[in-house]
């Protein structure tokens, strides 16, 4: 989880801030971990909910990295062994309400399968992606 992160940062630090970007996970290039069908094939609602849960749960104005990730028990058995949910990274982000659009971008009806990274003008980003809890 801390590789992926770096990842984002790297990608983020070196990506042009200018207009709003979308970048799915994973990143072409880059090293990930497979996230079994099963998790995949849920319904986007189910990784909607997670991460508007984190959002609910963040402060704002976000000032510096802030990263959180489901609850353990909220997470999704999956055939692999593992439990999967969401992982939340704001940076800048400066409201609850931009924190939820930026997540039906990421994760909601025909946007990212895995969640990814989305830049806003200036330092604004966030991502939201499926990452193993344990």
């Known amino acids: 989880m801390q590789l992926m992160t770096a990842i984002f940062t790297t990608l983020s630090l070196?990506?042009?801030?200018?207009?709003?970007?979308?970048?799915?996970?994973?990143?072409?290039?880059?090293?990930?971990?497979?996230?079994?069908?099963?998790?995949?094939?849920?319904?986007?609602?189910?990784?909607?909910?997670?991460?508007?849960?984190?959002?609910?749960?963040?402060?704002?104005?976000?000032?510096?990295?802030?990263?959180?990730?489901?609850?353990?028990?909220?997470?999704?058995?999956?055939?692999d062994g593992h439990i999967y949910g969401v992982k939340l990274a704001l940076r800048f982000i400066t409201s609850e309400t931009i924190c939820l659009n930026n997540v039906n971008a990421l994760l909601g009806v025909g946007a990212c399968e895995q969640g990814g990274l989305i830049t806003l003008a200036g330092p604004f980003e966030q991502w939201t992606y499926i990452t193993p809890l344990n």
């Not at 990506?15 to 995949?40: D, H, K, M, N, V």
């Not at 402060?59 to 489901?70: C, G, K, N």
């Open 14 to 79: 070196v990506l042009p801030a200018t207009a709003e970007q979308r970048f799915c996970y994973p990143i072409p290039g880059t090293e990930s971990t497979p996230i079994p069908q099963s998790i995949l094939d849920l319904d986007y609602q189910v990784k909607v909910d997670w991460a508007n849960k984190l959002c609910a749960q963040s402060t704002f104005p976000s000032e510096a990295l802030q990263s959180s990730q489901t609850a353990l028990e909220d997470g999704i058995l999956a055939e």
